[in-house]
């Protein structure tokens, strides 16, 4: 039968443009299944669709005519490439002078910091270099991997201009609350103007270099998912190769990012404020000056984590809910209107979101352990000029800057070591399947990075922490480092034994499905509540066993009092997360093999590459699944952190002790009830998200399967840009209530409970209601985290688990039992519960930045 079919161009709305993103080009999945494609074959298709001349769907060749009118480039980079080369050059040199002068101003450290960031950003130039050298394979998979791009960078670029309009009204909010705030005896030498400032330009800064983050994550994924295509075609071992190589990318940029800014930031606050000349701020309290750049960092990762994941999870519910379960077709197939949406989804969600997601977590860590490193300095009267190059040579630390720049050190050696870790995991050439589990691959090269940490973090503790005062005390906190190190490790393999489908878990899971939706959903919820257990086990040996080796490390104040035990928790969490790099790589693995699965399907490859990007996407759920819980883990340590800085804060300004919080007081009580609430709250309200764009995807895909039938015969194209306006558009609407629900809570709690002590004659009562609010959080937020990452990771994987083959395999009524259950743990994995880890670090230093007005 010969047919005469008329392309239809994909019209992609580019959301609040008005516009449309492709104009004029067509993307035409739907010719046939040769896998060879030249530009003959294209004349021949053109002429023979002008003739009505069309074998069958299975005879010919296919084309993929242009989808893209022009890439998008950012602003930044538009007006660079402008510049004149020898100009830019010039400016360069300027920058990199100006770096060195800053630095050699303020300490050797801070120059060895610049140092080594600058050398992790040549190796990732090195890395995009390599993998931009790989081929792209045919045509076909170039136009999808176009059409994902383009999509991709139209969301991020709608979504970070709303985002930026929020951050500068917030901005204009702080300046003016600390235009008339109390001032605090360490800043009373700045003045409330020069304090205004000073926290504003932090803020502004941290939300700037978050957003910068997921872009870089977002940039990579978008290029590199086609060429792990191609490689498929070829040899698994260089498909797995270049999805690390490319997350690599992204995770040492990220890192590097939040090091250099917090360096940079601390190094020119140093020389401009004239730290520790008389009449001037102590070093030991200037990173309290930085909380502005945390709190910038995690508001811009809330809103990108909120908004990618509603983005994501909308379309990757609508598309499995009527393509696999009603009308029987596989994932990621041409014929789905909803399978770009999904596509653009995995950049935009579990790239872009994730990589100011982390960018955040290290910011904020970094910052409460300089703030508590200052703290103990100050008590334990570590004083002393500063580092001499003699000193930094020969590893002797006599002033409080080890303490305080200890943080920067660290995560200066995870740059090097994650480096070592990445560049372990080499390709062959060989074609067809692994021979070796890539999972294990990815394990052996984070066990590298696991050895080189414990001896790096060891000797920066003998350089950095050495006092005279307390000879031994740098041996516990080597210690503490190691019970960090040993905390992340643990917490990767409880994740990876819950989520990954050789565990028996899952493959329970998987079983349970056999008998219907119903126990499907029961099993996965009772597993998600079981695997909080353990990792809160070890958060909590973690936390008491850091304490008390920081305590028994012989640092007192001048009264004997024991004072290392807070920062000996702050030297866990950077144990902890000093490997962050490579488990930042392992994470973006995921969405990049998982794009790459999706091109595979979509450009109709032989199901030999479908079979190797299925694996690798199977291994890349479980690294999600294992950075998520590694993500909650740290948070739970940094906003134990973060929670001791704001009471010391507190303390300062009120000129009084505050150590404890007594819940026995009603409304210290009622402030802890709102917390515990907040977090239901707020996951309610990002899953209804999800769920509410998910019907409009569901509505839009049934109704274009039943006004173009011939989609099914591959007769007729789906519009594939209906879907992504409506989930992009949704996305932007629905991540705005419960983003300001997490901002407002804690300010309006604050006013409305330092109103109430005011008229009553307690006037710490803001302050003790908000930390009562924060901690009860913090500790709902790490079990509702726990709980949704792991459910929605393990029904994730036991969805795949049935694909293999096992107990009937996709299609059966076992496999669409465990496709309902992959759809209710979308939100839950991608969207409420990554979203919880961020939440409960922004309250944390929400709180820090607004503590003066709770007073």
Known sequence: MWVKIKPASLKIQRPGSGGDLPQGGEFNPFPATTRKVNSSHAIMMDADLEDGILGPYQDRPRTFPVMRSKSYTPLVLRILMRINVRVLLVLLFLALGGLVYIGARTSPIILFVFSVCFISFLFAIYLTKWVLAKDEGPPEMVQISEAIRDGAEGFFRTQYGTISKMAFVLALVIFVIYLFRTMSPHQESLGRAASAYITVASFLLGALCSGMAGYVGMWVSVRANVRVSSAARRSAREALQIAVRAGGFSAIIVVGMAVLGVAILYATFYVILGVDTPGSMKVTDLPLVLVGYGFGASFVALFAQLGGGIYTKAADVGADLVGKVEQGIPEDDPRNPAVIADLVGDNVGDCAARGADLFESIAAEIISAMILGGTMAKRCKIEGKDFTYAQLLFMLNVDPTGFILFPLVIHSFDLVISSIGILSIRGTRDAGTLIEDPMAILQRGYSITIVLAVITFGASTRWMLYTEQAPTAWLNFALCGLVGIMTAYTFVYITKYYTDYKHEPVRTLALASSTGHGTNIIAGISLGLESTALPVLV??????????????????????????????????????????????????????????????????????????????????????ATTKGFAIGSAALAAFLLFSAYMDEVASFANTPFNQVDIAIPEVFVGGLLGSMLIFLFSAWACSAVGRTAQEVVNEVRRQFIERPGIMEYKEKPDYGRCVAIVASASLREMIKPGALAIISPIAVGFMFRWLGHFTG??????????????????????????????????????????????????????????????????????????????????????????????
């Open 762 to 855: 307690h006037p710490l009562l803001g302050a003790k209601v908000v930390a009562s609010m924060l901690m009860f959080a913090t500790v709902t937020g790490i079990l509702m985290a726990l709980f949704l990452n792991t459910a929605g990771g393990a029904w994730d994987n036991a969805k795949k688990y049935i694909e293999t083959g096992a107990l009937g395999g996709k299609g059966s009524d076992c496999h669409k039992a465990a496709i309902t259950g992959d759809t209710v743990g979308d939100p839950f994995k991608d969207t409420a519960g990554p979203s919880i880890h961020v939440l409960i670090k922004m309250l944390a230093t929400i709180t820090l930045v607004m503590a003066p007005v709770f007073l």
């Open 539 to 624: 958060i909590s040996v973690a936390i008491v066993s850091a304490f008390w080796l920081g305590h028994t490390s012989g640092l007192v104040d001048e009264t004997g009092v024991p004072t290392g035990g807070l920062f000996g928790t702050a030297v866990a969490t950077m144990g902890m997360l000093s490997t962050a790099a490579y488990v930042l790589t392992m994470d973006m693995f995921g969405p990049i093999a998982d794009n790459a699965g999706g091109i595979v399907e979509m450009s109709q490859q032989p199901e030999s590459v479908r079979e190797i990007t299925d694996l690798l996407d199977a291994v890349g759920n479980t690294t999600k």
